[in-house]
């Protein structure tokens, strides 16, 4: 299997190349942010509660959002040739149980991919991607703002867990997204080698 995670701030593409990137490797793109807002759509309970921090810019609880997750990798174990995670994990709890629930499936993460974009970059993209996304937190520049200093204060970190097993790479995410694309692929491709 190959199982990856896209890593980097809000805004910061991980959605478009999580998506283009499962299609080339034949990998499940699973986004904790779309699973909370296709809950919020249909008002479930789990949505109502996630829109209580989605609104604010702040993280769902992990263990709402680990079971979530959970629930997700044993519908599709077995079926697919590995998973992109998309803004999961985000916390060093979260980190610590994929390891374990993709361990019990007897696998693990094969590399994560954070790209690096500043803040100001941040805020103009989502401000601009607002006009078409429908999403609450992307219209007001201060949830945005918050949004980047949740994912410093408590996301960033979690690369660290990562690279004490040499997994991690970063690479520059301002550029074109065929430009970026075309990065991210060599880096997957080079564990088929
Ligand atoms: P995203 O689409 O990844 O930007 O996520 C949108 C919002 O969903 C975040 O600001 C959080 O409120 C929530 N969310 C998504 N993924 C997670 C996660 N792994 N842990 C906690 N909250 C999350």
Redesign the pocket.
Known sequence: MINLILFGP??SG??TQAAKLAQEFNLLHI???????SELKNETPLGVE?RK??D???????E??IGM?SNKLDEYAGKVDGFIF??????QP?AEALDKLLDLKNTGISLVLALEVPEDEIVTRIIERSKTSE?A?DKDPEIIRN?FR?YLKETAQVADHYKKSNKVVSLNGVGTIDEIFGALRSEVSKLKK
Do not use: I, N
């Not at 998309?86 to 916390?91: E, H, I, K, S, Y």
């Open positions: 809000p805004g991980k959605g986004s904790t942010g779309d699973l909370f807002r996630a921090y989605m604010k810019g702040e993280l769902v609880p992990d709402v959002t997750l998309d803004g999961f994990p985000r916390t979260q999403r937190d949004r949740v």
